[in-house]
């Protein structure tokens, strides 16, 4: 299967910075990404979609100034966790498609904890 | 919207003996797929195995199979020869246009 990378695979901020989340198709050209976020012991829940070249589409609840979301090339989206609290603490984990594909690949997440 | 759901939040099974996870789920879309995942605890996410919902024959991966009820839509998973490196947690998956919905999750204990 194609492989998703994620970066970094842990980060400790101090609450009120910001962090940045690195997603990477790393053999095809993802035309569609998706973040998700899972707590402990939880499911995973879908954040946004973001299609490359175009403004990303977040699910209800989700803050769209406070996870931005950016989708510049066909291998790479990030998320922005702005002015980040304790409760963003979760693991956050990305996915990439394309039209060639009728699944998702998944990163290895990214474990966020915010002091 | 579509729901998924995974009735049984833990589960255990002796070595070597089969187990099955149950998934339902609710649409009314009639192309779509769903998917089986594994979540080690290393947390990354490991494709099981997939159907697609325009096909009738169940889907099976070496000691994975699928019972696709798409009428009742129901979905459940067998693990057969259970071993230990099964223990994880299993989520179920609806995908339809891309967007992709998860159940709740199943914890899987194997016991030696």
């Known amino acids: 299967g194609a492989v998703v990378s994620q970066h970094p695979s842990r980060v400790i901020c101090k609450s009120g910075t910001s962090v940045k989340i690195e997603c990477r198709s790393l053999d095809f050209q993802a035309t569609t990404m998706f973040w998700y976020r899972q707590f402990p012991k939880q499911s995973l829940m879908l954040m946004a979609t973001s299609n490359e070249g175009s403004k990303a589409t977040y699910e209800q609840g989700v803050e769209k100034d406070k996870f931005l979301i950016n989708h510049a090339s066909l291998t790479l989206s990030t998320l922005t966790v702005t002015s980040a609290h304790p409760e963003d603490s979760s693991f956050y984990i990305c996915s990439a498609t394309s039209d060639s594909y009728n699944e998702q690949f998944f990163g290895p997440g990214t474990r966020l904890t915010v002091l | 919207a579509q729901t998924v759901t995974q009735s049984q939040p833990e589960m255990s099974v002796q070595e070597a003996e089969t187990v099955t996870l149950s998934c339902t789920y609710d649409t009314s879309e009639n192309n779509y797929y769903l998917f089986w995942y594994k979540q080690p605890p290393s947390r990354q996410m490991i494709l099981v195995i997939r159907?697609?919902?325009?096909?009738?024959q169940n889907a099976t991966e070496n000691r994975f199979s699928v019972n696709f009820q798409k009428a009742a839509k129901s979905f459940s998973l067998k693990i057969s020869d259970s071993q230990l490196g099964d223990t994880a947690m299993y989520f179920c998956a609806f995908m339809e246009v891309g967007d992709m919905r998860f159940g709740a999750g199943t914890r899987l204990t194997v016991k030696p």
């Open positions: 159907q697609e919902a325009y096909k009738q």
